[in-house]
Structure formats: structure tokens, C-alpha cells
């Protein structure tokens, strides 16, 4: 479902920081409420796929924890929580990173119906990959659900389940994703100017 995009807004003070370290303008990409009826979309939808079957949700770490604390309060039917921590290796554009995955983390998922979440598909290389794992691990049904879709990035061919909203190809933080592990604690989501990519780093 396309965003609407609000455009570009000065947050003010709740936080007590602004996130812009370059003083300048940050673009919300999706306001607060925004979210909330996004991510109840979304939890409406889960459970009405998972009426019959027992559910295992598996949040990929870190980025998914806000989303994940959201989503399950929402979420109408029996279900367990297991969290994964997966870490992909920089590779080459011919030869993707390795994705690691922490094995003392890994829930149990054999003969569960699972949902892997995640706050965001960009290549679409982190799910598809623990979508085999999950496979491999004897889970009996694998399905993905993301907060955001970045448009025009894809490179694995994975069709998400459940999609709560896509995005231009920016980078984002605010609500579970970071940059540098910081801003998220941001309660909405927002677009990085480069200027501030830029800042972040010194
Ligand atoms: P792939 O490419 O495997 O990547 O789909 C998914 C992971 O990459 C991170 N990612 C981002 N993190 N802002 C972030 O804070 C972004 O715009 C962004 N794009 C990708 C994220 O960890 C995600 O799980």
C-alpha cells in the first residue's frame, strides 16, 4: 500500500533531542498514528490467516523489537514469541555477505507454523535466508511479515506475507531502526537527509 508522504516537519521536544545532528529539517516519513493504524492492518491480517493454525511469531533483532511489542499486543489468536539475531557479512555484488545467525537465540520452531518478522526488506537477503533456516530447523509452515517495503531494492526473490507499508528508497530510522545504533527510540518513522548520514559519523 503506497505512504503518504506528509512531507517535511520540524519534530519537536517530547524526545528532548532533535534527531537532525545537522540542524536541519527531518522528513517523517510515517507520523506516529500513521503507524498504529498500519501495524493494526497488519495484526488484523495475521490473525485471520493464523485462525486455525498455532502460531510461532520469531522477530529478527534488533530493529524488530518496537514493532514486535506493537504487533503481538494486537495479535487475536494463541501464539508464541521467539526472537533471532541474524548478521550479515558484507559481501561483493557478485557474492553476498554470509548471514550468521546466533544460534543461542534460536527459538524452537520445529513443527511450528512460523512468522518471521522484521522491521524492514531492503535486498530481501536477510529473509530469504532465514526463511530456509526455518525450513531446515523442521518449521512446518514459514511466513514473513516486515513493517516497511523499500521500493526498488529487491535482489532475493521473496514475496513478504504481511507488508505494512512501502517506502521510497531511503534510509530510514525512528521505531526500531538505527543508524549507528542510534534514534530507535524514535516513536515515528523518518527519512535520514544525507547531510545527516554525514553528521552521525563524526
Ligand atoms: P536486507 O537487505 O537483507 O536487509 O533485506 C534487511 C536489514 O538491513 C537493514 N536496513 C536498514 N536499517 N534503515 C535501517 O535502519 C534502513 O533504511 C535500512 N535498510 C536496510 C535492517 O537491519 C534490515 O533488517
Do not use: C, W
Not at 531446515?136 to 516486515?146: I, K, Y
Not at 549507528?180 to 548520514?197: C, F, G, H, I, T
Amino acid at each position: 500500500m503506497p505512504v503518504e508522504l506528509p512531507g517535511t516537519v520540524r519534530p519537536q521536544g517530547r524526545l528532548g533531542f532533535h534527531p537532525s545532528k545537522s540542524g536541519g529539517s527531518v522528513k517523517v516519513l510515517l507520523s506516529e498514528d500513521e503507524l498504529a493504524a498500519g501495524i493494526a492492518r497488519l495484526a488484523s491480517e495475521i490473525s485471520e490467516r493464523y485462525r486455525e493454525l498455532p502460531l510461532t511469531v520469531v522477530g529478527v533483532l534488533t530493529g524488530s523489537i518496537v514493532l514486535l511489542a506493537d504487533l503481538i499486543r494486537m495479535i487475536e489468536v494463541p501464539m508464541r514469541l521467539g526472537v533471532l539475531q541474524a548478521r550479515s557479512y558484507r559481501g561483493t555484488t557478485t557474492h553476498p555477505g554470509k548471514l550468521e545467525v546466533n544460534p543461542d537465540l534460536m527459538p524452537e520452531v520445529r513443527n511450528r507454523h512460523v512468522l518471521l518478522v522484521d522491521d524492514i526488506l531492503d535486498t530481501g537477503r536477510t529473509l530469504s535466508q532465514l526463511v530456509i533456516q526455518m525450513h531446515d530447523m523442521g518449521a512446518m509452515s514459514v511466513r514473513t511479515a516486515v513493517l516497511l517495503r523499500k521500493r526498488g531494492r529487491q535482489q532475493a526473490p521473496l514475496e513478504p506475507d504481511f507488508v505494512g507499508f512501502e517506502i521510497p528508497n531511503e534510509f530510514v530510522v525512528g521505531y526500531g531502526l538505527d543508524y549507528n545504533d542510534y534514534y530507535r527510540n524514535l516513536p515515528y518513522v523518518a527519512a535520514m537527509e544525507s547531510a545527516d548520514l554525514e553528521a552521525a559519523k563524526t
